[in-house]
């Protein structure tokens, strides 16, 4: 898949040059990199009336932190500076730099929004009772996650050790490395101004606070998961990495392809409702070891990110500038559409095979995932996420 790094969408990541020392930022404008801090040399982005420092940061926290109105000045200074073309010395193939998180990432939740991986999961975990638990069609359930290990696309990921649950029922836990390790699909979006402790941000004003987007992959090792969970969620299971695409996509780029979401039923509480069309039309896909095992879509995710920002704010917490929010795994109620290997391969018991003849219940050492993101048609997409891939190292020792 190539396109979707027009001038409609301009996302936002950090680069260093090869043997470079020190990271900048630039948007993405087809196979190049363009150098915020070089057009601000050059005095061409004058017009968005940023401060210096913001445009020639390492990451894009001081930028998150002006707003709105600063983020839209700099994007239309940008469309009209580069609608003929990147000046040659901001412009650098994509080839010659290396990407690095776009962030500086404070704090990281993730959420659990998708009905029908809730469903899915809730099927297998608890066969015998509704798959659903009675506060999930009330409220966006999430989790805090691990900022520190969360790493941009490519970088390798090594298989987790841990305890393991016990092999026969009362018997003592295991200790190795993790032999259920899985992927998921996942949305995020990156915080800007945010709110002070002590307030909270309503859903009708949480568009004002969210940037842009990344593809996430929070990886999971669910034999972990599953002995440690009970009674306080996820942990090691989850903590140990996170990858996300590179670039940035800005909101503004997305206005095109926002859709109805799925109704909701009962109505959520008043300070979760949200009118307008908050569901995002972003096609998404799964590569595993070169062959795709899964194509759903963002938009039929039940819990929209602005109901999610507001009920991460309620309590009053404090939202800052490059907070991340993921909207956990996203599935569809098809075959084939299911964010996870968990759900595509019915736990395990159903293996998937791949191009070549193997087969994969869950990751092997060795194996890469690539996760997609694009919004429009495939072969040319208006709007691209990029990627975000993964590769599994061997467990340590």
Known sequence: ??????????????????????????????????????LEELGLLVEAGLPTQALRARALNQLLSLGPDAWAALRATLQEVLADGPPAEAAVPLADVDVVCPVGIGNYVDFYSSLEHATNLGRMFRPDSDPLLPNWRHLPVGYHGRASSIVPSGRPVRRPCGQLPPAEPGGAPGFGPSQRLDIELELGFITGPGNTLGTTIPASEAADHVFGFVIVNDWSARDIQRWEYQPLGPFLGKSFATSISPWVVPLAALEPFRV??????????????????????????????DTVVSRGNARGLYW????????????????????????????????????????????GREPLTLADGRTRAFLEDGDTVVLRGWCGDRSAPAVSFGEVAGTILPAEG
């Open 260 to 289: 109805p979401p799925p109704a909701q039923d009962p109505e959520p509480l008043e300070y979760l409702r949200a009118p307008g069309d908050w569901a995002l039309d972003i096609s998404l896909e799964v590569e595993l070891e």
């Open 304 to 347: 929209t990110f602005p109901q999610q920002l507001a009920h991460a704010t309620i309590n009053g917490t404090n939202v800052r500038p490059g907070d991340l929010y993921a909207s956990g795994t996203i599935s569809g109620a098809e075959p084939g559409t299911e964010g996870s290997l968990i759900e595509l391969t019915r736990g």
């Open 1 to 38: 898949m190539t396109g979707g790094f027009g001038l409609e969408n301009l996302p936002y990541g950090a680069v260093m040059r090869r043997g470079g020392r020190r990271p900048g930022l630039a948007v993405r404008l087809g196979d190049d990199a363009v150098l915020l801090a070089v």
